[in-house]
């Protein structure tokens, strides 16, 4: 059975084109029938329970009148299917016509929207998956065991570091990929948040570092940790602005955003080679992401 048969069997859709536009955690289609659009994911075998949390978080919010892209029922009233292509998740989203967000011009209005969803995801009533050390340090660590890294120990070093300073911070709900690639700004201005699939209970300043962060991630020039450092503090400034209307920052939480913009280079590397396969990266740009590392502590610790 093709995604087209399989689709009019779920939905009782006859679509006419399917298209695939990404595949990384799971492969995303823009699908059509009779010129109205939508968006079909289909997620990775061992993304399954992820999915289905994600379809319950979005479902939760929708009904709560948070801005997130609406899931289409299936024709039995569900909000995903099993496919008979590998047994993986699938769920049709809504397709929304619209940009995304500039950070720049929008950035108060996106700590807005950072608050009020964990404001709303406080009285979410399910157990969240729980995001500690092992998934945002220990999974990356992992995966440098697995392909023999023969300075794994430095990761091991600074990892362990970075972990110590924001342990004991407070817990609340965590979208886990909150940058403005996951937002989509309509003709009515208003922004919807989509792609929940790292959520979970976790640290909520880690979604602030996510979308405050102004460096380059693969630059190592000076003046990207010294512009980088500066542009993100600002950008943080104007973020609270929004985000204090919900929840106020301690100085301690404040300052571990750039700690969490370092752990975020662990996170998403485990997720890289986690989808593409332990080849898609080399020792050299391991080695780059040690370096980088350091030049981002360096800055921060004459700063902070």
Known sequence: MDIREELQQKYNYLFENVNLIRDMI??????????????????????????????????????NGYPVVKIIDTIDGNKYFISERENRVGVLYEYIDGVEPNKAELIEYIGEMAGKMRFAMSKYQSTLFHHDDEFFINRYIKILDQMNYKDIQAFKQHGKELWSRISDLPLGFCHGDYHTGNMLIDNRQKINLFDFDAAALSYPTYDIATVCDMTDYFSLSDSNFEIGFNQTYSMLERFLKGYSKFYMLNDTEIKSIFDFIAIRHFDIQATIIESLGLDCVNTNFIKNQYDWLMKWEKVCRNKL
């Open 26 to 63: 799971g492969q995303v289609y823009l699908v059509e029938k009779n010129n109205k659009r939508y968006v079909l994911k289909l997620f990775r075998k061992n993304y399954s329970n992820q999915a289905i949390q994600s379809v319950d978080i979005m479902s939760y919010l929708y009904q």
